[in-house]
């Protein structure tokens, strides 16, 4: 497990290859001890609802072959079950979080390698194993898994400090790739965690964007300066693409055009002038209304206020404990980052990013299951 979890960083063939084999070794036990075990998680019914909708949404797709295998997807959730039913005391989630937040660090720091010794002409945005948007989406998720633990009062100097140098890399090498949405998914996680946890931490956040805003480079500038700017190139294209994609739902709306690439239907809705480049809709809740529906789309909206609200429940009863109380807010805070990263990006249909996001809720989730354990021990 501690293979996947440090591919999830730097190889997704290495991280697809130790999962199919954790699958392959998780099913020969539960048929050598004839059981089934796998661990609950308390979102089970709410997973089920979407595979449903999922499947059916494929049956009556635009393109049924393509739908039904890009619901692949689907398979990822297992990553959920895998870590509620092998992460089952605190020494194990500390050792495997060690490795996570460990390998993301080390990520970091070749980023920052590679920021030194690039060709500067050539790397204008800071892609490390991956395209520059998995990148910083990936090291946006590693830094509010990282803070928790730095602002968190009981943590051990040794380790507050060691997750201090880690999330530093991290966060130079997420500036570097200047991807706006993760910024600003980053800025949101990391204001969440100071609201919850502690508060002076919104002046050191206050204080680094004033530093960014003023001293970095002109096209960094440029980059945040769109963010406010309807008129901006890239905002008129995101507003063009979302209204194509409510045309496309007015005409599938029950359970959308399935789980495809939209980039051949798009060409038929879109506005003149559309540069029509589109294989997605860079916005997580236009692409589930769109390939999944009206129906698909409360389905998944379910599901994600389910999984938040027992992350909520698991924070509160574990906040006073330093690690598993950094883990709940790491867990909280992450699901903030991606889903406001999905605002401008398809961050569900990346699977890299949607695998630590993935693991993510289960780490969480199994601190539920091993405090309850271990407090009645």
């Given at each position: 497990?501690?293979?996947?979890?440090?591919?999830?960083?730097?190889?997704?063939?290495?991280?697809?290859?130790?999962?199919?084999?954790?699958?392959?070794?998780?099913?020969?036990?539960?048929?050598?001890?004839?059981?089934?075990?796998?661990?609950?998680?308390?979102?089970?019914?709410?997973?089920?609802?979407?595979?449903?909708?999922?499947?059916?949404?494929?049956?009556f797709?635009?393109?049924?072959?393509?739908s039904?295998?890009?619901?692949?997807?689907?398979?990822?959730?297992?990553?959920?079950?895998?870590?509620?039913?092998?992460?089952?005391?605190?020494?194990?989630?500390?050792?495997?979080?060690?490795?996570?937040?460990?390998?993301?660090?080390?990520?970091?720091?070749?980023?920052?390698?590679?920021?030194?010794?690039?060709?500067?002409?050539?790397?204008?945005r800071?892609?490390?194993?991956?395209?520059?948007?998995?990148?910083?989406?990936?090291?946006?998720?590693?830094?509010?898994?990282?803070?928790?633990?730095?602002?968190?009062?009981?943590?051990?100097?040794?380790?507050?400090?060691?997750?201090?140098?880690?999330?530093?890399?991290?966060?130079?090498?997420?500036?570097?790739?200047?991807?706006?949405?993760?910024?600003?998914a980053?800025a949101?996680?990391a204001?969440?965690?100071?609201?919850?946890?502690?508060?002076?931490?919104?002046?050191?956040?206050?204080v680094?964007?004033?530093?960014?805003?003023?001293?970095?480079?002109?096209?960094?500038?440029?980059?945040?300066?769109?963010?406010f700017?309807?008129?901006?190139?890239?905002?008129?294209?995101?507003?063009?693409?979302?209204?194509?994609?409510?045309?496309?739902?007015?005409?599938?709306?029950?359970?959308?055009?399935?789980?495809?690439?939209?980039?051949?239907?798009?060409?038929?809705?879109?506005?003149?002038?559309?540069?029509?480049?589109?294989?997605?809709?860079?916005?997580?809740?236009?692409?589930?209304?769109?390939?999944?529906?009206?129906?698909?789309?409360?389905?998944?909206?379910?599901?994600?206020?389910?999984?938040?609200?027992?992350?909520?429940k698991?924070?509160?009863?574990?906040?006073?404990d330093?690690?598993?109380?950094?883990?709940?807010?790491?867990?909280?805070?992450v699901?903030?980052?991606?889903?406001?990263?999905g605002?401008?990006?398809?961050?569900?249909?990346?699977?890299?990013?949607?695998?630590?996001f993935?693991?993510?809720?289960?780490?969480?989730?199994?601190?539920?299951?091993?405090?309850?354990?271990?407090?009645?021990?």
């Amino acid at each position: 497990m501690g293979v996947f979890l440090a591919s999830l960083f730097f190889s997704i063939a290495v991280n697809s290859i130790t999962l199919g084999l954790i699958a392959i070794a998780w099913l020969a036990l539960m048929l050598v001890e004839r059981g089934f075990n796998v661990g609950r998680t308390g979102v089970d019914y709410f997973f089920f609802a979407y595979v449903i909708v999922e499947l059916l949404a494929s049956a009556f797709s635009y393109n049924p072959a393509q739908s039904f295998l890009f619901s692949k997807r689907l398979l990822l959730i297992s990553v959920v079950y895998m870590m509620t039913t092998f992460v089952t005391a605190k020494r194990i989630a500390h050792r495997l979080t060690v490795v996570l937040l460990g390998t993301a660090g080390l990520v970091g720091c070749l980023g920052v390698l590679k920021l030194i010794f690039a060709d500067k002409v050539e790397t204008t945005r800071l892609g490390i194993f991956q395209f520059y948007m998995t990148t910083a989406e990936l090291m946006m998720m590693a830094g509010l898994f990282l803070l928790p633990f730095i602002v968190h009062l009981a943590t051990p100097k040794r380790i507050r400090m060691a997750a201090a140098f880690a999330i530093l890399p991290i966060l130079i090498s997420l500036y570097a790739t200047v991807t706006k949405g993760s910024y600003l998914a980053f800025a949101a996680g990391a204001v969440f965690i100071a609201i919850m946890r502690e508060k002076r931490l919104l002046i050191v956040l206050a204080v680094a964007i004033v530093l960014v805003m003023t001293f970095s480079s002109p096209y960094v500038q440029d980059r945040l300066a769109g963010i406010f700017d309807l008129n901006h190139p890239e905002n008129v294209s995101r507003l063009m693409l979302w209204k194509t994609g409510m045309r496309m739902l007015a005409d599938y709306p029950l359970l959308g055009i399935g789980d495809i690439d939209m980039h051949e239907l798009y060409l038929q809705y879109m506005d003149p002038g559309d540069p029509a480049q589109h294989g997605h809709f860079h916005n997580m809740a236009v692409q589930f209304l769109v390939t999944l529906g009206i129906i698909g789309f409360i389905v998944v909206a379910v599901m994600f206020v389910r999984i938040w609200h027992i992350e909520w429940k698991i924070y509160h009863q574990t906040k006073d404990d330093w690690f598993e109380g950094s883990m709940a807010l790491a867990g909280l805070a992450v699901f903030v980052g991606f889903q406001v990263n999905g605002l401008t990006e398809w961050s569900f249909g990346d699977q890299e990013v949607v695998l630590l996001f993935w693991t993510s809720v289960g780490m969480t989730l199994a601190t539920k299951n091993y405090h309850s354990r271990e407090a009645t021990v």
